[in-house]
């Protein structure tokens, strides 16, 4: 039985590899500002006076926010899953672990699980966050 190609494929995976930065810069957004307004009037030159207002009106591009949650929703239901911390822990050496770059092979000897097992949790992951995004029914 072959393997069915799709070509979304390297579009998710890059979706998991810029969640971390993601998360990071949705965190930016919703910090809020602490520095006073220089000119004295509130709400001068456009910008809001309420740093708290500010900080709920700031969000992530569409397609970016998109992409978040269908991986925080993947995350969610990955790690309700039997072995689920172990799952996550492939999918972190593999896409998010930027100290080493691990693949499934160097994740299977790192975990002491096959290979083989690493690939059907890594596959199913990626499905997983296709189908949170729409790409699959």
């Known amino acids: 039985m072959s393997k069915p190609r799709y070509d ?5 995976k890059g979706m998991i590899r810029r969640y971390p930065e993601l ?3 949705q965190e930016e957004l919703r910090r809020t500002k ?7 009037m509130p709400g001068a030159h456009g910008q809001t006076s309420d740093p708290v207002a500010d900080a709920a009106l700031r969000e992530l591009p569409e397609i970016n926010r998109r992409e978040l949650e ?3 929703k ?3 239901e990955t ?3 039997p072995n689920g911390e172990e799952r996550l822990q ?12 691990y693949t499934l092979a160097g994740a299977s000897l ?22 949170y995004f729409g790409l699959l029914p």
């Open 23 to 25: 998360c990071a810069r």
């Open 70 to 72: 269908a991986v925080q």
């Open 110 to 131: 790192k975990m002491h699980w096959s290979e083989r097992k690493l690939a059907e949790w890594h596959g199913a992951f990626i499905r997983c966050v296709a189908k």
């Open 90 to 101: 492939v999918v972190r050496l593999v896409f998010w672990d930027k100290t080493k770059a």
């Open 8 to 12: 979304w494929w390297p579009y998710v």
């Open 79 to 81: 790690r309700a899953l």
């Open 74 to 76: 993947a995350v969610e």
């Open 34 to 40: 602490m520095s006073p307004n220089l000119t004295g």
